[in-house]
């Protein structure tokens, strides 16, 4: 039976390919996006199998009308892609309040409150998968990367709360650490320099960030919930 699947950050590189990845799986898949256009060309794509609702999840009134939208699919989410997010490269001395807010809102506030709303609907049929997309960055610090890394540092305890408190119920929550992604949210020059830190000297595909989600997804994976799956190429071994 085709699970329902629920993906935010869509129109994004990982976003896009996760949605590809589980419409090729056989899942049925409702995307969120801020882009009307990217998210019309996504659907033009993958045909049927994708549903698509544009909605700005920075803020609470955001979140709450994307999930009026959803109406009574709110409550039959089978899994959960907290993948929304955003970065920018700023030293701490010069972040302003808006770089503040905007990272730990789309970063940390938005999959919290999502996962709120949707949480009902998992707690009603005794079953759920909630992934959190967080990162590397999460883990270890990175300088420039201080409001960044505190959200997704965040994400990743709240990731471990909700396993601790719904295990018992049959519902799971796991979170991805990825180091570098080719996604273009970092110019060539940067993703140059970090990469030259990898061990295995390149920065993931978002196909290969997606698969392996969607295996973390599956039947194969389904004892494991509360843990931190880094997909770095070996970057968090290095001191």
Known sequence: MARQVLITGVTGGIGGALAESFTAN??????????????????????ESLDSLQADLETVEGIDAAVDALGDRANAIDVLINNAGSMKF???????????????????????????KLLPGMIE????LIVNMASAAGERPSPKLAAYGAAKAGLIHFTRTLAAEYADIGIR?????PGP?????????????????????????PAEIADFVRYI???AVNLATGSVFTVDGGLSIRS
């Open 181 to 205: 992604v080719h996604t273009g949210l970092v110019d060539k020059f940067t993703m140059a320099m970090i990469v030259r830190s990898v061990p295995l000297k390149r920065a993931a595909l």
């Open 26 to 47: 056989g899942d049925m898949v409702i995307g969120i996006g801020r882009r009307k256009d990217k998210l019309t060309a996504l659907r033009d794509r993958l045909g």
């Open 173 to 177: 929550c796991v979170a991805i650490a």
């Open 217 to 219: 997804a599956s039947n």
């Open 90 to 116: 700023t030293p701490t001395h010069a972040l302003n309040a808006h770089d503040v807010h905007s990272q730990l809102a789309i970063n940390l506030l938005a999959p919290i409150w999502l996962t709120r």
């Open 125 to 128: 049929r005794k079953s759920g």
